[in-house]
């Protein structure tokens, strides 16, 4: 079955830099798009990066924009995301998923359909 793990996570203070890792396995992960979203306390799940199956295209929000890089090793069925000059707005759990075929929305949640179980970034003033 569907299966996706991050790690990575921690604590760090303000302007530290921290690499989230996915390893997904049970399908053929080539295939999917793969995206990264944050869910902070009492907030909403909120899209933080997509990339598409094959790399060749990515798109962040905004307030992540210049600071956060993600990436996939289609061989090793792995996604990253690199986060540097990291701020205490971005202290939420990660979670990374796996986009619908055909064509579910990048932007959204409901637009993913498998889900790790997170991984927490805590990032102190």
């Known amino acids: 079955q569907v299966q996706l793990v991050e790690s990575g996570g921690g604590l760090v203070q303000a302007g530290g830099s921290l690499r989230l890792s996915c390893a997904a396995s049970?399908?053929?992960?080539?295939?999917?798009?793969m995206g990264w979203f944050r869910q902070a306390p009492g907030k909403e799940r909120e899209f933080v990066a997509v990339i598409t199956s094959n790399g060749g295209a990515i798109y962040y929000t905004d307030s992540v924009k210049g600071r956060f890089t993600i990436s996939r090793d289609n061989p090793k069925n792995a996604v990253y995301l690199q986060m540097d000059s990291l701020k205490p707005e971005d202290t939420a759990v990660y979670y990374c998923?796996?986009?619908?075929?055909?064509?579910?929305?990048?932007?959204?949640?409901?637009?993913?359909?498998?889900w790790g179980q997170g991984t927490q970034v805590t990032v102190s003033s």
């Open positions: 998923a796996r986009n619908k075929l055909p064509g579910g929305t990048l932007w959204h949640y409901w637009g993913y359909d498998s």
């Open positions: 049970g399908y053929s992960f080539s295939r999917y798009a």
